[in-house]
């Protein structure tokens, strides 16, 4: 059974869009929900995160969204660059505990010159 | 500042070796946790270590396997007589007290059996 699911598994976009990576998770014990972000050959680095008692959170170009009553998050990169051409992958976990991440199954981003 | 060090990056090995990998996380950082990562697939929790404790291992973690982190610092995992499907990208990551969540990961050793 997978905790949390990701869509697109993979999104092309070009310079200056605006991607978007959705993420719905079933535990609703779950109360840390960060992105990370991977390169090639790299661990994965983490980019943002956001806990359910706020609905959005902005760090420079990126923004989750959170829908708490939905179960649902999302990423949204602003004006992307080439250089966000990454594989992103969203996760979740419960305080008190491990603290272990859940992750998705990853999102490939592709952005175009 | 040094992140999360893994060694080494790169293992091949024919099935049925052991195999040893190294993982030295962030200084003071108490927790430490390993993830397998396959083609494609997120990464997935194997166990974790508060101090020298190992407090959870996963189901994905057989009886081939085992972690130890004997001082609390450095920890290695073992896989033994190792099988194809063991071949993935095994990962690392650190957290400190107070900020658990908060997981850096190493770059990681890619394990390929032959």
């Known amino acids: 059974q997978q905790q949390v699911k990701q869509s697109p598994q993979s999104l092309i976009v070009q310079k200056g869009g605006i991607p978007i990576i959705n993420c719905a998770y079933e535990?609703?014990?779950?109360?840390?929900f960060p992105w990370y972000q991977q390169f090639p050959g790299k661990g994965p680095a983490l980019l943002i995160a956001?806990?359910?008692?706020?609905s959005e959170k902005k760090e420079g170009r990126f923004t989750i969204s959170f829908n708490k009553s939905a179960k649902q998050f999302s990423l949204h990169i602003m004006d992307s660059q080439p250089g966000d051409s990454a594989t992103y992958f969203c996760?979740?976990?419960?305080?008190?505990?491990?603290?272990?991440?859940?992750f998705g199954k990853g999102t490939k981003l592709t952005v175009n010159p | 500042d040094t992140g999360v060090s893994q060694n080494p990056r790169h293992k091949i090995t024919k099935r049925g070796q052991n195999v040893t990998f190294r993982c030295d996380p962030i200084?003071?950082?108490?927790?430490l946790y390993w993830y397998r990562q396959t083609l494609g697939q997120g990464p997935e929790f194997l166990t974790y270590?508060?101090?020298?404790?190992?407090?959870?291992k996963s189901r994905l973690l057989s009886d081939r396997f085992s972690a130890e982190r004997p001082k609390g610092s450095f920890s290695t995992l073992e896989i033994q007589r190792t099988e194809q499907g063991d071949s993935a990208m095994y990962l690392c990551?650190?957290?400190?007290?107070?900020?658990?969540?908060?997981?850096?990961f190493g770059s990681g050793t890619q394990l390929s059996v032959l």
């Open positions: 990551a650190s957290s400190a007290t107070g900020i658990f969540e908060k997981l850096f």
């Open positions: 535990n609703t014990a779950f109360d840390y």
């Open positions: 956001i806990r359910p008692d706020v």
């Open positions: 996760a979740a976990s419960r305080r008190g505990g491990s603290e272990k991440l859940v």
């Open positions: 200084s003071e950082h108490n927790r």
């Open positions: 270590f508060q101090n020298e404790a190992q407090l959870e």
